[in-house]
Structures are given as C-alpha cells and as structure tokens.
C-alpha cells in the first residue's frame, strides 16, 4: 500500500523446506532486478560458510526479471550455476526454432497445472533441449555458454486461432541453465527448474503473517520489521524441524508450527515452588512438542547424592 516490496533468497534442499538467507527492503517504483546481484553474492557467500562440502555445488533459480549478466555473471563467479527463465526476446525465438521435431520429449505432471492465459488444466507437456550462449551482445569474456531448456504446451486460446489450422500451435517457455547434462538432464533440469515457485510460497507465508501489515510510514522502521520477521520465520522453520524431523512439521507453514507447537492450549501452575505446564489429555501433537522441548530445554542436573 505504501509502494514498498521486499526480496527475498532463500536456500532449501529437496528434503528441507526454505529458509530464508538473506532479504532487503526496496522502494515500490524499484524494478525487480535492482539489488538482486548484491543479494545473491551475500547469499553464496553464507552458503559457503556454511561449509555443505566440496562436492556441493548450489543452483540459483529465478524468473525471468532476474535474467541480466550481472545477476547470472555474480553467481557464475561464487562458484553456482543458474537456471533463470528467459524472456522471449530474438534471440531465444531463433534458438527455439532451430529445434527439430524429433527432439521433443513428453513429459506429464504428476499435478495438472492450470494455465493462466486460457483458464484450463494442463497435464502434458513437451520438452526440449538446445545449446545457448546467454548476453551475446557484450564482450566475449562476458558471454555465458549453457543450455536453453524449453517446454512447450498447445495453444488452446480459440482467441487467436479463427479456424482450425493445418499444424499445431505451441506455446513456449524458456530458461536457461549452466547445469551439467550428464547430471542433469533436458526432463530433470525442467522439473527443478519449476522448483523455484518454493519462493512465492515464502511470500504467501511472510504476507499472511508479519508482512501482512507494517508498522510505520518509516523506510527504515519496515526496514528492521523485515529483518525481525526473517528472524522468526527462520526460527520457527527450525522448530518444526526439530519437533518433527522427517514428518509433516519439518515441511509445514509456519502459520501450521505456531497453531501446533507455538499457541498450546494449556495452562500453567504452581505448586511447592514448581511450575507445572498442564498440557491436554489427548493431543497429537504430544510427541513433537515434548521432543522440541527436550531439545531447547534440557533437563535439570542430577542430585548429587
């Protein structure tokens, strides 16, 4: 409302949910690429930190806003490869066209994904594969070589075709990555590559909890009010890993963590200078609130005897 928008990077594993690794506050007239290079030298930077191994290498995955050399060339340099969707700009339309028939491959959803532009369900899909050098306007030492992965889907928009056609009508959707073939190939980089919508449902969960209204008029109130909010988002991810290792809270929202393990529906007593936390007779969530808790609040010593 008062044309400000966050960015946000965010690191997860396909056993892990997201967590958020790094964020900044921007005004609403600001473009989507603007501080999106910083952000990510950051976020590798911590990734390295982390020490995850020198076999690990991190992928970044981003839409197409982010399709620019200095994102991609930032990420290139931290050691990462990138797998950002692509505008449909010339170049993209020609390398699309020089792939041949027999090159397509058709893959299906395991979910019918509903189409934006004509309102159905989309089940099917084709996919293919063709090499690409990303920025071929700037200086060859700038210039990406990688893979230009497209998956296309018939066009069933019957508001532009008047008459039935003589071929089938596609429609494409690009993007392009630096992954290794042999280890990933033209279906699997498709398929991770669509793995990037995780970050919208981070913005789902961060605009239904604290972002769902800030506090000031002030740049830099909203400014720490972001940083708090990261801060607990991570906090409570890590609390539903915790109490639910490999279950459903370790994949959960956090508005599910904070109903099951955060707002418990119990009360507290006191008796011979003891409290006692009365927690409900039947509860399912018994086990994975007594393993969070044993793990954040460890038992008292022992009497010596």
């Given at each position: 409302?008062?044309?400000?928008?966050?960015?946000?990077?965010?690191?997860?594993?396909?056993?892990?949910?997201?967590?958020?690794?790094?964020?900044?506050?921007?005004?609403?007239?600001?473009?989507?690429?603007?501080?999106?290079?910083?952000?990510?030298a950051?976020?590798?930077?911590?990734?390295?930190?982390?020490?995850?191994?020198?076999?690990?290498?991190?992928?970044?995955?981003?839409?197409?806003?982010?399709?620019?050399?200095?994102?991609?060339?930032?990420?290139?340099?931290?050691?990462?490869?990138?797998?950002?969707?692509?505008?449909?700009?010339?170049?993209?339309?020609?390398?699309?066209?020089?792939?041949?028939?027999?090159?397509?491959?058709?893959i299906e959803?395991p979910?019918?994904?509903?189409?934006?532009?004509?309102?159905?369900?989309?089940?099917?899909?084709e996919?293919?594969?063709?090499?690409?050098?990303?920025?071929?306007?700037?200086?060859?030492?700038?210039r990406?070589e990688?893979?230009?992965?497209?998956?296309?889907?018939?066009?069933?928009?019957?508001?532009?075709?008047?008459?039935?056609?003589?071929?089938?009508?596609?429609?494409?959707?690009?993007?392009?990555?630096?992954?290794?073939k042999q280890?990933?190939?033209?279906?699997?980089?498709?398929?991770?590559?669509?793995?990037?919508?995780?970050?919208e449902q981070?913005?789902?969960?961060?605009?239904?909890g604290?972002?769902?209204?800030?506090?000031?008029?002030?740049?830099?109130?909203?400014?720490?009010?972001?940083?708090?909010?990261?801060?607990?988002?991570?906090?409570?991810?890590?609390?539903g890993?915790?109490?639910?290792?490999?279950?459903?809270?370790a994949?959960?929202?956090?508005?599910?963590?904070?109903?099951?393990?955060?707002?418990?529906?119990?009360?507290?007593?006191?008796?011979?200078?003891?409290?006692?936390?009365?927690?409900?007779?039947?509860?399912?969530?018994?086990?994975?609130?007594?393993?969070?808790?044993?793990?954040?609040?460890?038992?008292?010593p022992?009497?010596?005897?």
């Amino acid at each position: 409302v008062r044309g400000l928008n966050a960015l946000f990077a965010t690191a997860s594993t396909s056993q892990s949910a997201p967590v958020i690794v790094g964020q900044r506050l921007r005004q609403g007239k600001t473009g989507s690429p603007k501080g999106a290079a910083r952000i990510v030298a950051d976020t590798l930077a911590t990734l390295r930190r982390m020490d995850l191994g020198s076999s690990v290498r991190p992928l970044l995955r981003a839409d197409s806003a982010f399709y620019g050399h200095a994102t991609i060339g930032t990420a290139i340099k931290a050691g990462a490869d990138v797998s950002v969707t692509v505008r449909m700009d010339p170049a993209v339309k020609t390398a699309i066209a020089t792939i041949p028939e027999d090159g397509w491959e058709t893959i299906e959803y395991p979910n019918a994904i509903r189409d934006e532009v004509t309102g159905r369900w989309i089940s099917k899909a084709e996919v293919a594969e063709v090499p690409f050098t990303a920025f071929r306007s700037r200086k060859i030492a700038e210039r990406v070589e990688g893979r230009l992965v497209v998956r296309r889907i018939p066009d069933l928009n019957p508001k532009q075709v008047e008459q039935p056609t003589l071929f089938d009508i596609y429609r494409h959707h690009a993007f392009f990555t630096t992954t290794d073939k042999q280890t990933m190939g033209t279906v699997a980089a498709d398929k991770t590559h669509r793995g990037h919508a995780i970050i919208e449902q981070v913005h789902a969960d961060l605009k239904a909890g604290p972002l769902a209204h800030l506090p000031s008029g002030v740049f830099t109130a909203n400014s720490a009010w972001l940083v708090l909010a990261v801060i607990a988002f991570n906090l409570t991810r890590t609390a539903g890993l915790i109490a639910d290792r490999g279950g459903r809270l370790a994949r959960a929202t956090t508005a599910t963590i904070r109903r099951t393990l955060v707002s418990v529906p119990a009360r507290l007593a006191r008796t011979a200078r003891r409290i006692i936390l009365h927690l409900p007779d039947v509860w399912p969530w018994q086990t994975a609130f007594d393993r969070l808790f044993t793990a954040t609040h460890a038992p008292p010593p022992a009497a010596a005897s």
